[in-house]
């Protein structure tokens, strides 16, 4: 049982986390040809060579934005700091990855499905040779 000194510590806690998130103006993802960026969660691009696997997914009342899930190289994973579900945290561990991280696009500006077609003109990272000889 939570006693009203634990409740108001809780509240306060969220309360101040709520407000860091708000006031944060930076993106959570930005796309581009040297990796994904997640600027509030990394402080380099995870480059497109680094992710071993992409997927989106609805939620189950197929509601809110859906979820982007990746998997990374353990470098790659090493390199981004995860947040807490709990605590309205946009970037988390992926459950059942080991070095798996979930986007939750619930109240962003774009669903998870537009960032996986965002994704998807740079990934699979392709081979530039590969490329040139058709």
């Known amino acids: 049982m939570i006693t009203v000194r634990e409740e108001r510590v809780i509240i306060a806690a969220r309360t101040i986390d709520s407000r860091s998130h708000f006031l944060d103006a930076r993106p959570l993802l930005v796309v581009g040809p040297d990796g994904l960026l997640l600027p509030q969660h990394a402080e380099a691009p995870i480059p497109w060579d680094a992710i071993q696997r992409v997927g989106a997914s609805r939620s189950f009342a197929l509601v809110g934005g859906g979820r982007l899930d990746l998997d990374l190289t353990p470098e790659a994973f090493a390199g981004v700091r995860v947040g807490q579900r709990l605590m309205g945290d946009h970037v988390v561990k992926m459950v059942g990855s080991p070095f798996g991280i979930s986007l939750l696009a619930q109240g962003l500006d774009r669903p998870a499905s537009d960032m996986?077609?965002?994704?998807?003109?740079?990934w699979p990272a392709r081979d530039a040779a590969a490329d040139a000889t058709g």
């Open 116 to 122: 996986l077609a965002a994704i998807g003109q740079y």
